[in-house]
């Protein structure tokens, strides 16, 4: 069953480090998300990414963050310099095209420790 | 604006006994549902999803959902309670921004607990 891929599955960095997650969406998705889940909290939406460039994002996107599609598999959540307060696990999330196919589909999340 | 709320963020049970998790929905348009669950240090892994057909509707585990409009709830409910339930529950709804892109808005979750 396809699925959605992320790496690495844990990463810890320093404060003020610029860290690249990485997600592999299902091969025939057309739409893309980051979410990001602090410990014990909600799951937060922070982007979507359609047709190479970003249809939404959430007051928590500022521009620490930025997402590219480098290739044509590979999307990424980048954070230029990070915050303590960005450890969380990060969710990518990759949804078919047709206004009918509603359900996104998950990975199993990087979770990023900041120290 | 679509949204979701969902009452009781820890719920025990025992095994063997009705789960019952429930969510209400606030949403201008017919809503489409979802409930993710995510165990232990897992992802989101999608449960059921309602996109206005059947009221009842059924999804893995065991597990079925129904959608009230008269109420705007889509409460979860399993039968019987195994231990390999235990998990976090999240209900979630389609929302759209003007532009017409689709994300998923989720509740803060509700944590199951099953007793033995």
């Known amino acids: 069953e396809p699925e959605v891929t992320q790496t690495p599955s844990h990463q810890v960095t320093q404060m003020g480090q610029e860290v690249i997650l990485r997600c592999v969406p299902i091969?025939?998705?057309?739409?893309f998300y980051w979410y990001r889940q602090i410990l014990g909290q909600k799951v937060e939406f922070l982007v979507s990414?359609?047709?190479?460039?970003?249809?939404?994002k959430s007051e928590i996107f500022d521009d620490q963050f930025s997402v590219e599609r480098p290739d044509g598999s590979n999307f990424t959540l980048k954070i230029r310099s990070t915050k303590l307060e960005d450890s969380a696990m990060y969710f990518c999330?990759?949804?078919?095209?047709?206004?009918?196919?509603?359900?996104?589909?998950f990975g199993q999340g990087t979770r990023l420790t900041v120290v | 604006a679509q949204s979701v709320t969902q009452l009781g963020s820890h719920v025990s049970v025992s095994e063997g006994a009705l789960v019952l998790l429930r969510c209400n929905y606030s949403?201008?348009?017919?809503?489409?549902l979802f409930w993710y669950v995510q165990y232990p240090n897992q992802g989101l892994q999608l449960l059921l999803k309602?996109?206005?057909?059947?009221?009842l509707v059924k999804g893995i585990n065991g597990f079925e959902a129904e959608f009230k409009k008269s109420e705007t709830s889509f409460h979860l409910t399993k039968p019987s309670a195994h231990m390999s339930d235990a998990a976090e529950y999240f209900c979630?709804?389609?929302?759209?921004?003007?532009?017409?892109?689709?994300?998923?808005?989720f509740g803060i979750g509700t944590k199951l607990q099953v007793i033995p």
């Open positions: 309602y996109t206005s057909a059947a009221t």
């Open positions: 949403s201008s348009v017919p809503p489409y």
């Open positions: 999330a990759s949804r078919a095209k047709g206004f009918l196919n509603t359900e996104a589909f």
């Open positions: 990414f359609y047709n190479n460039e970003i249809s939404e």
């Open positions: 979630a709804v389609r929302s759209m921004n003007s532009g017409g892109y689709q994300k998923v808005t």
């Open positions: 091969s025939n998705h057309l739409y």
